[in-house]
Nanobody
């Protein structure tokens, strides 16, 4: 199984980014997908989840209204649209897969597979 995240970069306060995560080696539509992030010296933090058919999503309060998760099961890809980025959003962003999961608020140790992450840096 491989989860390849991409789309990170260096942006300015208030900018937008769209992350992608391409999955292979698994039946993508059987997995809920989630995004997490981890800043230096901080714990890995849940960012968003989407259920297997893409109809249900979940976000922590801090991300609601700014972040949007979506998926295209025909392309085995999940996306994270991030708007109005702030310096505190700077982190490595990871995608993860949960077999037979839903749009829950996941803890990192509940996920089955992880990608390697993509760096997002927001300058002030």
């Amino acid at each position: 199984v491989q989860l390849q995240a991409s789309g990170g970069g260096l942006v300015q306060d208030g900018d937008s980014l769209r992350l992608s995560c391409a999955a292979s080696g698994l039946t993508f539509s059987s997995y809920a997908m989630a995004w997490f992030r981890q800043a230096p010296e901080k714990e890995r933090e849940f960012v968003a989840s989407i259920n297997r058919n893409g109809f249900r999503k979940n976000y922590p309060d801090a991300m609601k209204g700014r972040f949007s998760v979506s998926r295209d099961n025909s392309k085995n890809t999940v996306y994270l649209q991030m708007n109005d980025l702030r310096p505190e959003d700077s982190a490595v962003y990871f995608c993860a897969a949960k077999f037979n999961g839903g749009n829950y608020i996941y803890s990192p140790d509940s996920m089955n597979y992880w990608g390697k992450g993509t760096q997002v840096t927001v300058s002030s």
